[in-house]
């Protein structure tokens, strides 16, 4: 009796031990793909402010999409959809005004190559306020490299607190 104690005690042990180490082993890989998760999305972003083309398209997947929403001055709810393609086309012309989209509360989910991002941004032209809302960014893991693959944002200007997010953004 006493050693069938001992036995089931010893495999309980080894058995915890082991699953210990699994969920240590697993919560690295989690905290190193959302780190790089955030590493893409902060590419992205930069490459956003600095006009960089070759930035933003090693953060984004070719055939990704955008989608966009919004109500209009009449209250009329607008949804746009472009492909990236256009989009990354057009922020990277030369332009007066730099684009500045300032990001936060970034909350990432991840399960093996697919992931997704919400966070809340403000849009600024140079130091102008222009509109906030919130972005949506679908990501995977391809070849070893997460790409964003969908990005969804809302745009409002009525509805945002300047000041608070002028705090916010510093």
Not at 23 to 32: D, F, M
Not at 34 to 49: A, H, K, P, S, V
Not at 53 to 77: F, I, Y
Not at 114 to 130: G, N, P, R, T
């Amino acid at each position: 009796m006493k050693s069938s104690l001992i036995l089931f005690l010893s495999l309980l042990s080894f058995l915890s031990i082991s699953t210990i180490s699994t969920a240590q082993s697993t919560l690295k890989i989690e905290r190193a793909d959302e780190r790089e998760i955030r590493e893409t999305i902060d590419l992205f972003f930069d490459g956003l402010y600095d006009g960089n083309l070759n930035k933003m398209k090693r953060a984004v997947w070719e055939e990704a999409s955008l989608v966009s929403t919004h109500v209009n001055k009449k209250g009329q709810e607008q949804t746009r959809t472009s492909t990236m393609k256009d989009f990354l086309e057009g922020a990277s012309k030369p332009r007066d005004a730099k684009w500045i989209e300032k990001i936060w509360d970034v909350e990432i989910e991840s399960e093996g190559r697919l992931a997704q991002a919400i966070m809340e941004y403000a849009f600024f032209l140079d130091d102008k306020f222009v509109h906030c809302g919130a972005n949506a960014m679908q990501l995977i893991k391809m070849d070893g490299q997460w790409k964003i693959v969908a990005l969804s944002d809302t745009r409002m200007k009525n509805d945002c607190n300047e000041k608070e997010i002028k705090k916010r953004v510093k």
